[in-house]
């Protein structure tokens, strides 16, 4: 009964104030405003010693690191819109969104939608300080979509049609429809050492390790900082 | 590629480790920073204002003056910092954009001050943000209008001889200021203008009586001096009408104009007139085309700035105006149906039927009220008098709304008509821009392969033959270039994609392969040669004709080198020079993509030459086979 009043009193109040905005002309308030202040939401990173302590980064290193960060996110966090939209810069001629998406999930560990700080400096601190181990670790991640430990066809079809999207149409050779599938083929004869269809991680190790040139790939970036 | 994403390339790269697994060749070397240097924080004074910033974002954009070497010329020795003695107020927008990326526009600013500063700085004004760019582009075109008027006037005041007697003609027409006979022709024409509307209101003015007869009008007592009066005036238009036409730079417009219509419906009623007087028949219409002499008022308005206004302003208001009338129409309906039927009743009523009833509805609501059609029964009262009250509603409230929804209907539309042609351009900003980097790195591809085959060449002097690029800059080439490799396809141009496409959908193959399929089988057999299953390809059949001669150019320019076959081994190593175990296979596929070597002597053709398999060539080559220790050049 009480709460059937409490109602009462709460339609009421709320017709009177209706009431009143439509007398005073300010029926129609933004609501913009409210939604944008819901949306950006700040999130400060880990004091600079215990990113150091945890990453393999030097301070200076990730002082830089930290700005350029900011300077285009200066929330704090980046979401998978932004992450897509910075991507696509350095790569004009093609579409790079899918496999932004890919890169944001691998990025993305505990998997809430946005990338902080924290999280980019681990993925960095493996990709550019990590052993050859760790960043086949990385790699595998990276093309296990949906993270169950198989590398299926089907996901490495969707990681390689993304790279050639990257690329865009403007190409030579003219890029044909089954390039990626063709691809796809050789990874598989590659990796897929007992040809049960699917790649695990032990697979994947050790067939990286015996390609020189992956090896010799996985030291490329080493400087990049 | 935007500023601030340029910190981001370091996370580019290192993401790029993704494709390592998939790729099947090797990837180029990373470019190396030769000098390094701990980024520093550098001071620049601009009139006694110190701004202070990190080189690395000044050098975020190479090709403007803080970007490159120019700001040397402006280091202080002794203090150690960048002197510019310039505004320190425009300065901080200029330094802003290193740091966000975006140029803003500040609206106290003076344009053309503005201008000046971006100038100096060599910033374009094109690349601000879209946020101030609609500012921007309205004070560059008021300011671009301003000068225009005033080089008019000064055009106006100067003589120009080269005018023809046509064109002066024109300009006479259009601006009476410009000479003392253009001013006198205004002033007459006006003149004739209003005596032909005056004589047309005397006309019907009853002008005492002849005796014998009633009132007459003047215009039927004194006829012939009307009539002379009339074709006084009519000669005048008539002649300058005719002038106008003949001075007229286009014809057809002129004809179509507003004005010109005008001029015709004002003299052809004198004309028909003429033709026609003594048919009894149509004299009735003859009367009715007097009317239309009244047009010549209209006529004033080449002489009023403030009619060809108000002309304007009904004309882009007519859809308030069409809303107005249509809600009037609606209401008027509604009401004198209504006083209709409640008038039905009483006797000896006016409302005879609803159109008669629509005169009362029209006369009460806009308050007029003659009073000479009344309701007379109770009913009809009320309903005349919600009539009358829904009648100021309807009426008075649209008035003023018309005339403030004109005064922003009228800006809106600008503003849309702005934005809309701002959105195509902004489109084609960004398509250029998105080309702009993608053209860079082809031309630093081709540039790249120029300086190595000059290096080669042992001439250290010609090596840097390109523009020096940024590390940022070839930092990003050798990211796309290591896509390029993991999906052994390369970036080209448009151009050349479709010409590509012309060839391969014109060229008939007598071999069973299809072309696209066997060179992407050339590149992949060639350059990874774990595929088992190679067979003869074709190997250039599909080479466009261009790419033949951008080889060409590369080619001869290896020719006027010294020939040194040994270094085919070396330079195939070029691309590889940090790794010890080789693949075998792909040495001695003898083809790494941007690797330059020279043909050997006898085989010296200039035309480039082809992808020779490990076995025999294909049966179709145009080009003859050079020798085995010819690789193919991947500049496009």
Redesign the interface.
């Known amino acids: 009964m009480s709460g059937c009043r409490k109602r009462c009193k709460r339609e009421i109040l709320k017709f009177a104030q209706y009431l009143l905005r439509l007398l005073t002309g300010s029926l129609h308030t933004d609501s913009v405003e409210d939604e944008l202040e819901m949306a950006t939401v700040r999130h400060r990173p880990e004091a600079l010693e215990l990113l150091e302590a945890q990453s393999k980064f030097t301070k200076?290193e990730l002082q830089?690191?930290y700005?350029?960060?900011k300077?285009?996110c200066p929330s704090g966090v980046v979401n998978e819109d932004t992450f897509k939209e910075?991507?696509s810069?350095?790569?004009?001629?093609g579409d790079s969104t899918t496999y932004a998406h890919f890169?944001f999930n691998?990025f993305d560990t505990d998997h809430n939608g946005a990338v902080s700080f924290e999280d980019?400096i681990r993925?960095?601190s493996i990709?550019?300080r990590g052993t050859v181990q760790e960043?086949?670790n990385?790699?595998f991640n990276?093309?296990d979509i949906n993270k169950d430990g198989y590398i299926t066809k089907e996901e490495m079809l969707d990681?390689?049609k993304a790279?050639?999207d990257?690329?865009?149409?403007?190409?030579?050779?003219?890029?044909?429809e089954d390039?990626p599938r063709q691809?796809v083929e050789?990874?598989f004869q590659?990796?897929d050492k007992n040809k049960d269809g699917v790649v695990t991680i032990d697979e994947?190790i050790e067939s990286?390790q015996k390609d020189?040139?992956?090896m010799?790939?996985?030291q490329?970036?080493e400087?990049?900082? | 590629?935007?500023a601030?994403?340029?910190?981001?390339?370091?996370?580019?790269?290192?993401?790029?480790?993704?494709?390592?697994?998939?790729?099947?060749?090797?990837?180029p070397?990373?470019p190396?920073?030769k000098n390094k240097r701990?980024?520093e924080l550098i001071v620049l004074n601009v009139s006694g204002r110190r701004f202070e910033t990190w080189r690395t974002t000044l050098e975020r954009y190479p090709d403007t003056l803080l970007g490159s070497t120019e700001k040397e010329f402006f280091f202080n020795e002794d203090t150690k910092e960048y002197f510019f003695d310039r505004d320190p107020e425009v300065f901080r927008c200029v330094l802003n954009f290193y740091?966000?990326g975006k140029l803003h526009y500040p609206r106290y600013e003076c344009i053309s001050a503005y201008d000046d500063e971006l100038a100096f700085y060599g910033i374009l004004p094109e690349i601000i943000g879209d946020c101030c760019y609609e500012e921007y582009k309205d004070r560059k075109r008021e300011n671009a209008e301003r000068l225009q008027d005033d080089l008019d006037s000064e055009n106006n005041q100067e003589s120009m001889p080269s005018l023809s007697f046509r064109q002066t003609m024109w300009r006479a027409f259009e601006n009476p200021h410009t000479s003392t006979m253009a001013l006198v022709f205004y002033y007459v024409t006006g003149f004739f203008i209003a005596v032909s509307v005056i004589t047309n209101v005397v006309e019907t003015v009853p002008c005492g009586t002849v005796p014998g007869s009633k009132e007459l009008p003047c215009g039927e007592r004194y006829s012939v001096a009307f009539f002379c009066l009339d074709t006084a005036c009519v000669m005048i238009f008539t002649v300058e009408y005719l002038l106008r036409l003949f001075a007229a730079p286009s014809r057809y417009r002129f004809i179509r104009s507003v004005m010109s219509i005008i001029d015709v419906v004002a003299i052809m009623p004198y004309y028909i007139g003429l033709v026609m007087t003594n048919n009894e028949d149509v004299s009735g219409a003859f009367v009715t085309l007097r009317v239309f002499r009244v047009f010549r008022i209209f006529k004033f308005s080449r002489h009023s700035q403030g009619l060809r206004i108000l002309g304007y302003t009904l004309k882009s208001c007519a859809s308030e105006l069409g809303f107005l009338l249509f809600s009037l129409t609606m209401a008027i309906i509604i009401f004198a149906t209504v006083m209709f039927y409640a008038e039905k009743g009483s006797s000896a009523s006016k409302f005879t039927s609803i159109p008669a009833s629509f005169w009362y509805t029209i006369v009460t609501m806009t308050t007029l009220g003659y009073g000479d059609m009344v309701p007379k029964t109770i009913a009809g009262k009320i309903f005349g008098s919600i009539c009358s009250l829904s009648g100021v509603l309807v009426i008075a409230l649209p008035v003023p709304v018309i005339v403030s929804n004109f005064s922003r209907i009228y800006h809106q539309n600008q503003r849309a008509d702005k934005r809309r042609a701002q959105k195509k351009a902004r489109l084609a900003r960004i398509r250029v821009?998105?080309?702009g980097?993608?053209n860079a790195y082809l031309h630093s591809k081709r540039n790249g392969l120029l300086n190595e085959a000059l290096e080669l060449m042992g001439t250290p002097e010609e090596a840097h033959v390109g523009k020096t690029t940024s590390l940022i800059e070839s930092?990003?080439h050798h990211?796309?270039h290591?896509?390029?490799k993991?999906?052994?396809?390369?970036?080209?141009?448009?151009q050349?994609?479709e010409q590509?496409?012309l060839e391969?959908s014109m060229q008939n193959y007598p071999s069973t392969r299809s072309p696209?399929?066997s060179?992407?089988q050339g590149?992949t057999t060639t350059c990874c040669s774990?595929?088992s299953k190679k067979t003869t390809h074709l190997p250039n059949s599909?080479l466009p004709a261009t790419r033949l001669r951008s080889m060409q150019e590369l080619s001869t320019i290896h020719i006027q080198g010294s020939e040194q076959p040994s270094l085919t081994t070396s330079r195939s190593s070029l691309n590889l020079k940090a790794?010890d175990?080789l693949?075998p296979n792909c040495k001695t596929s003898q083809i790494t993509t941007a690797i330059i070597s020279i043909p050997t002597p006898p085989a010296l053709t200039p035309e480039g030459e082809s992808r020779p398999p490990p076995a025999s060539p294909g049966p179709n080559t145009n080009i003859p086979a050079i020798a085995s220790n010819v690789v193919k050049v991947s500049a496009?």
């Not at chain 1, 810069?89 to 001629?93: A, E, T």
Request: proline share 4%; net charge positive; with cysteine.
């Open positions: 200076k830089i690191l700005r350029g960060f300077n285009e910075i991507y810069q350095f790569f004009p001629q890169l691998a980019f993925g960095l990709l550019l960043k086949l990385w790699a990276l093309y990681i390689m790279i050639y990257m690329m865009g149409k403007c190409t030579y050779p003219v890029l044909k390039a691809h050789t990874f590659k990796m994947f990286c020189e040139n992956i010799r790939s996985m490329l970036f400087n990049v900082i | 590629m935007a601030g994403v340029a910190a981001w390339l370091p996370f580019a790269r290192a993401a790029a480790i993704g494709w390592m697994p998939v790729a099947n060749c090797p990837m070397l990373a190396t920073d701990q980024d740091r966000t821009a998105k080309t980097s993608s930092q990003h990211l796309l290591c896509l390029e993991t999906t052994n396809h390369e970036f080209i141009d448009e050349m994609y590509n496409c391969s696209s399929l060179s992407h590149l774990r595929r599909n790794d175990g693949r496009l």
